[in-house]
T-cell receptor, first 112, second 114 residues
Framework: KQEVTQIPAALSVPEGENLVLNCSFTDSAIYNLQWFRQDPGKGLTSLLLIQSSQREQTSGRLNASLDKSSGRSTLYIAASQPGDSATYLCAVNDNAGNMLTFGGGTRLMVKP | EAGVAQSPRYKIIEKRQSVAFWCNPISGHATLYWYQQILGQGPKLLIQFQNNGVVDDSQLPKDRFSAERLKGVDSTLKIQPAKLEDSAVYLC????????????FGSGTRLTVV
């Protein structure tokens, strides 16, 4: 059974810092991995989708990497802003059906 | 394109009452999912539909939860009777057949059982 872990569970940084959020998964036979953002009381917004054959994806100040063999993904946020404050969720789609298995999320607070 | 629509946004009910949630996926998305997200946790899959057939409902508490997807489009999720531990956000998501393009989530329904 796939298990997804996100570290740290919470993170507080001053504005302008570069930061890294970590995601690990137990079964490396994944189809793809997706990073989401969730604002309080809201649904999930897709940030980046990495296929199993890819090593990284970039969108603006966000860069997500995938190391399938070691069961790890990182989300790098450059020059963080207060508007980046949210919960970031990592989700893995494995080969057996198309369900997503989520990590517990990292709650990010960027202080002005 | 329009996103995944869910209603209601909020619902408060007493334990042992029943409740229903509605989801309208993105047009053309064959696959529809219902997830339960308890406060402070990541979402957990309840049920997955492919068109109007159930693909995976292994984590759906079938003694109290039911879901249907008529005509392979809209879906409803029902809880009867509700328990206190059902308090959560219920998220609906859809994807094209296969998952190459990722998933789109709705805003969710926040259920409070008192």
């Amino acid at each position: 059974k796939q298990e997804v872990t996100q570290i740290p569970a919470a993170l507080s940084v001053p504005e302008g810092e570069n930061l890294v959020l970590n995601c690990s998964f137990t079964d490396s036979a994944i189809y793809n991995l997706q990073w989401f953002r969730q604002d309080p009381g809201k649904g999930l917004t897709s940030l980046l989708l990495i296929q199993s054959s890819q090593r990284e994806q970039t969108s603006g100040r966000l860069n997500a990497s995938l190391d399938k063999s070691s069961g790890r993904s990182t989300l790098y946020i450059a020059a963080s802003q207060p508007g980046d404050s949210a919960t970031y969720l990592c989700a893995v789609n494995d080969n057996a059906g198309n369900m997503l298995t989520f990590g517990g999320g990292t709650r990010l607070m960027v202080k002005p | 394109e329009a996103g995944v629509a869910q209603s209601p946004r909020y619902k408060i009910i007493e334990k042992r009452q029943s409740v229903a949630f509605w989801c309208n996926p993105i047009s053309g998305h064959a696959t529809l999912y219902w997830y339960q997200q308890i406060l402070g946790q990541g979402p957990k899959l309840l049920i997955q539909f492919q068109n109007n057939g159930v693909v995976d409902d292994s984590q759906l508490p079938k003694d109290r939860f039911s879901a249907e997807r008529l005509k392979g489009v809209d879906s409803t999720l029902k809880i009867q009777p509700a328990k206190l531990e059902d308090s959560a956000v219920y998220l609906c998501a859809s994807s094209l057949q296969g998952s190459d393009y990722g998933y789109t989530f709705g805003s969710g329904t926040r259920l409070t059982v008192v």
